[in-house]
């Protein structure tokens, strides 16, 4: 089975239309999804419908709790805040429903667990080898145990790799998933980027071959930035996606 693996899309309809393109020329079996479908950019109801049309597995991200009312955005940065307020305000009824209903984690096929921020907690990232131990403790901790886990969040593409209680950030592409090994690994963003590159970026990850590989697709960056602006957004959020950040 061929997974692809994405995160915080933000409704990014441009940037989201040209992975499920490259996924399909990859030809991904299934698409799992980290969460945070919604904030920041333009088009939240055009990337839910998409999801539900390609029949995508997602999890709530925290932008999605918060446009669902789940929990509110007074930790927030303003940016974030103004962006959740706005998606509240043009959100369609159904694509509401569909954000509430979305669960915080998902055990896929019996091989994997994808979550969106930490194993026990949607809004805290994992940020280095200190925090990836710690979620390894608590993979270890679940009812039903995984070694591998797919996680968002940070935007950034990243690779843990924990043997014998030691962690280390893998900069390989393909990474190789081995037994006796535990496995924390993120996509980075399909929506808005945070690693200098505005490539929209994801994953394979192949079960028969167990591997996975990273993967970035150009989109039109000028598209999303200009109905930013139109849709009365800030500025800032257009700017960031074209420097990557």
Same mark, same amino acid.
């Given at each position: 089975?061929?997974?692809?693996?994405?995160? +915080?899309?933000?409704?990014?309809?441009?940037? !989201?239309?040209?992975?499920?393109?490259? /996924?399909?020329?990859?030809?991904? +079996?299934?698409?799992?999804?980290?969460?945070?479908?919604?904030?920041?950019?333009?088009?939240?109801?055009?990337?839910?419908?998409?999801?539900?049309?390609? $029949?995508?597995?997602?999890?709530?991200?925290?932008?999605? &709790?918060?446009?669902?009312?789940?929990?509110?955005?007074?930790?927030?940065?303003?940016?974030?805040?103004?962006?959740?307020?706005?998606?509240?305000?043009?959100?369609? +009824?159904?694509?509401? !429903?569909?954000?509430?209903?979305? @669960?915080?984690?998902?055990?896929?096929?019996?091989?994997?667990? /994808?979550?969106?921020?930490?194993?026990?907690?949607?809004?805290?990232?994992?940020?280095?080898?200190?925090? /990836?131990?710690?979620?390894?403790?608590?993979?270890?901790?679940?009812? $039903?145990?995984?070694?591998?886990?797919?996680?968002?969040?940070?935007?950034? @593409?990243?690779?843990?790799?924990?043997?014998?209680? &030691?962690?280390?950030?893998?900069?390989?592409?393909?990474? $190789?998933?081995?037994?006796?090994?535990?496995?924390?690994?993120?996509?980075?963003?399909?929506?808005?980027?945070? +690693?200098?590159? @505005?490539? /929209? &970026?994801?994953?394979?990850?192949?079960?028969? $071959?167990?591997?996975?590989?990273?993967?970035?697709?150009?989109?039109?960056?000028?598209?999303?930035?200009?109905?930013?602006?139109?849709?009365?957004? @800030?500025?800032?959020?257009?700017?960031?996606?074209?420097?990557?950040?």
């Amino acid at each position: 089975m061929r997974y692809a693996v994405i995160s +915080d899309i933000h409704s990014n309809l441009e940037a !989201l239309e040209a992975f499920l393109d490259q /996924a399909d020329k990859l030809k991904a +079996d299934k698409i799992i999804c980290l969460g945070d479908i919604v904030g920041y950019n333009p088009n939240p109801n055009e990337c839910i419908e998409l999801i539900r049309k390609n $029949k995508m597995q997602c999890l709530m991200g925290n932008h999605d &709790s918060r446009v669902a009312g789940i929990e509110d955005a007074s930790d927030f940065n303003l940016l974030a805040a103004r962006a959740i307020d706005w998606t509240i305000g043009v959100l369609k +009824d159904e694509n509401l !429903l569909f954000l509430k209903n979305l @669960p915080r984690s998902l055990l896929v096929d019996r091989k994997f667990l /994808a979550i969106h921020g930490w194993v026990s907690d949607t809004d805290r990232y994992i940020m280095g080898p200190g925090d /990836a131990l710690r979620n390894f403790e608590l993979m270890n901790g679940l009812e $039903k145990p995984v070694s591998l886990c797919f996680f968002g969040h940070t935007h950034v @593409p990243a690779a843990y790799i924990e043997e014998g209680g &030691s962690v280390e950030l893998t900069p390989d592409n393909p990474v $190789k998933i081995e037994k006796g090994r535990k496995y924390l690994i993120n996509p980075g963003a399909i929506g808005q980027p945070r +690693d200098r590159d @505005p490539r /929209a &970026s994801f994953l394979i990850y192949d079960s028969k $071959k167990s591997q996975v590989n990273f993967y970035r697709v150009e989109y039109d960056i000028s598209s999303t930035a200009g109905k930013i602006i139109e849709a009365g957004l @800030p500025e800032r959020l257009a700017e960031r996606l074209k420097l990557g950040w």
